[in-house]
C-alpha cells in the first residue's frame, strides 16, 4: 500500500496562489494515478483534479479549470496542486487520494489510499 502526506494549505488572500504537495512513500508512487478532493465546511467530499500513472493524462472539476493544474514528479514520489486566482469558496481541507486503476477518476470511493488532508482559506 502507499501513505500519503499532504502539505502547503494556508491563510491566502483572494486572488492569490497555492501549490499543494502529496508525498508518497511505501510503493511505487508511479504504480497509482492520484486525485485532489476537498470538503469544505458543511459540505461533501468534493472531486478537484486527477492525474494517471505517467502524468500523462488529467482531469478536471469545472470549477477548477482553468485555475487549478495537477501534476506529479514520480521520481520524487509527490504530487502537486497549482491553484491560481483563488476564490473564498475554494476554503477547504484539500485531501490527496490514490488508487491503482488506468484512468483518472472523479469520484471518492474510486480511490483505496488518503492523506489527512491539509486546510486551505482562502480570505476575501
Known amino acids: 500500500q502507499v501513505q500519503l502526506v499532504e502539505s502547503g494549505g494556508r491563510l491566502v488572500q483572494a486572488g492569490g496562489s497555492l501549490r499543494l504537495s502529496c508525498a508518497a512513500s511505501g510503493r511505487t508512487f508511479s504504480s497509482y494515478a492520484m486525485g485532489w478532493f476537498r470538503q469544505g465546511p458543511g459540505k461533501e467530499r468534493e472531486f478537484v483534479a486527477a492525474?494517471?500513472?505517467?502524468?500523462?493524462?488529467?482531469n478536471y472539476a469545472d470549477s477548477g479549470k482553468g485555475r487549478f493544474t495537477i501534476s506529479r514528479d514520480n521520481a520524487k514520489n509527490t504530487g502537486y496542486l497549482q491553484m491560481n486566482s483563488l476564490k473564498p469558496e475554494d476554503t477547504a481541507v484539500y485531501y490527496c487520494?490514490?488508487?491503482?486503476?488506468?484512468?483518472?477518476?472523479?469520484?471518492?470511493?474510486?480511490?483505496?489510499?488518503w492523506g489527512q488532508g491539509t486546510q486551505v482559506t482562502v480570505s476575501s
Open positions: 487520494a490514490a488508487n491503482r486503476l488506468m484512468v483518472p477518476r472523479t469520484t471518492p470511493n474510486s480511490y483505496d489510499y
Open positions: 492525474i494517471n500513472r505517467s502524468g500523462g493524462s488529467t
